[in-house]
């Protein structure tokens, strides 16, 4: 089973930029697709970003496009997110994971929290 430990959030003025990471354990992380999705207060969580297990392919919530850049260190066993041009909108506890929201195919980690002030 592989464990996911997200970090890289915290506090950031709009228009400010972090780098989110997400580091798996498990030597069968790199055959996975992985996405970072996010869940903001009072909301249900969604997907944000997915990258296929070689990277060479990437999809993005439309909210998020030109914005975000989802990428991944195989070796490394990890995968970024990538965030510039934060808006408000964008606050929200920020996970990694394989698969779907209702059916992901790992245990959720325990996320990292990104606010972004106006």
């Known amino acids: 089973q592989v464990k996911l430990v997200e970090s890289g959030g915290g506090l950031v003025q709009a228009g400010g930029s972090l780098r989110l990471s997400c580091a798996a354990s498990?030597?069968?992380?790199?055959?996975?697709?992985m996405a970072w999705f996010r869940q903001a207060p009072g909301k249900e969580r969604e997907i944000v970003a997915q990258?296929?297990?070689?990277?060479?392919?990437?999809s993005y919530v439309d909210s998020v496009k030109g914005r975000f850049t989802i990428y991944r260190d195989n070796a490394e066993s990890t995968v970024y997110l990538q965030m510039n041009s934060l808006k408000p909108e964008d606050t929200a506890v920020y996970y990694c994971?394989?698969?779907?929201?209702?059916?992901?195919?790992?245990?959720w980690g325990q996320g990292t929290q990104v606010t972004v002030s106006s």
């Open positions: 994971n394989s698969g779907k929201v209702e059916n992901p195919t790992f245990d």
């Open positions: 498990g030597r069968t992380f790199s055959s996975y697709t």
């Open positions: 990258i296929n297990w070689s990277g060479s392919r990437t």
